[in-house]
């Protein structure tokens, strides 16, 4: 086993995570030279515990995590080979540190990326089913050779040049927050991703849609179903989404658990951003220059730009 830490930082982003944060960099602080701090000017004692273990603190104001992950990209000062991308309300298992320590050292040149597995935490116990575990994310990226892409929902790091690998072990996903916290969170997510949807239908923003591939890694084929997925009629997608998810994936085997997760993730997150989509076409119809100003005195984005 290696004792010298690999010459890695962890790129953090904040916003009032106290509850999370020392855990956080807890599971970092072995792994990792450097932790980067990127914060939205907290309010809480964030900013102690980020300096009480060392790491670098910066804040910028926040528009989405496209655009803080990129802003800590370009101006923190990254000097070590790789970066991995950690949210403050996450932590890696015992395994994935190990891995890291003693593989990333022997990592071949052409490998720019590496995937690892995200698992979620619900009530305080994993998600192993209905589709939850694994899910490969790209955490870890060549400094230089990555930055997230700018959606208006689920960014992802992307590569600008090379092939990935994967590492064993867990990221692991616990928020600690409660349920009417959950709740407010995903009804502003519904906004932004009932936006993503009509970007992919209007392309609001002029940029390239990402296709996916249903041969493609992981992620790629989850980017493939979900075009397949957006082609399907409103309202009656989220009934055949949560019927994929709790019964063919086996998510009533969590329990209840796994009830609530797939009611409340499945068909009631999916189902309110079907509503919103219908709520927009009430308002403004299918034209795209009333749809842009129908968001803009609603909801006060401007969906022609990301950030």
Known sequence: MSKQKPSLTALVLTFNEEMHLKRCLESLKDVCEEILIIDSYSKD??????????????????????????????????????????????????????????????VNDTITGIRVKRLMYFF?????????????????????????????????????????ATLEGDLIDDNLNNINWWTTKHNNYATREAIDILDKIYNFTNSNVVKGNFFGNSEERRRWLKLKYLKLP???????????????????????????????????????????????????????????????????YDITKVS
């Open 124 to 164: 305080n116990k994993p998600l192993k089913k209905g589709g939850m575990y694994p899910i490969w994310h790209l955490k870890l990226w060549r400094n230089g050779k990555a930055h997230c892409e700018q959606r208006w929902m689920d960014e992802r790091m992307k590569l600008i040049e090379g092939e990935t």
């Open 234 to 300: 409103l309202f009656f997608r989220p009934f055949l989404f949560w019927f994929i998810r709790y019964f063919l994936q086996l998510g009533f085997v969590e329990g209840k658990r796994g009830f609530v997760w797939n009611i409340l993730q499945c068909f009631w997150y999916r189902f309110l951003v079907d509503t919103k989509i219908f709520e927009a076409y009430k308002n403004a119809g299918k034209d795209k220059e009333k749809l842009i100003s129908y968001f803009k005195d609603e909801y006060g």
């Open 45 to 106: 004692k964030t900013e102690s515990i980020a300096k009480e273990f060392g790491a670098r603190f910066y804040q910028n104001p926040f528009t989405n995590h496209a655009a803080q992950l990129n802003w800590g990209i370009n101006n923190g000062e990254i000097k070590t080979d790789w970066v991995i991308r950690v949210d403050a309300d996450e932590y890696i298992s015992e395994e994935l540190a190990l891995n890291i320590k003693n593989k990333l050292f022997d």
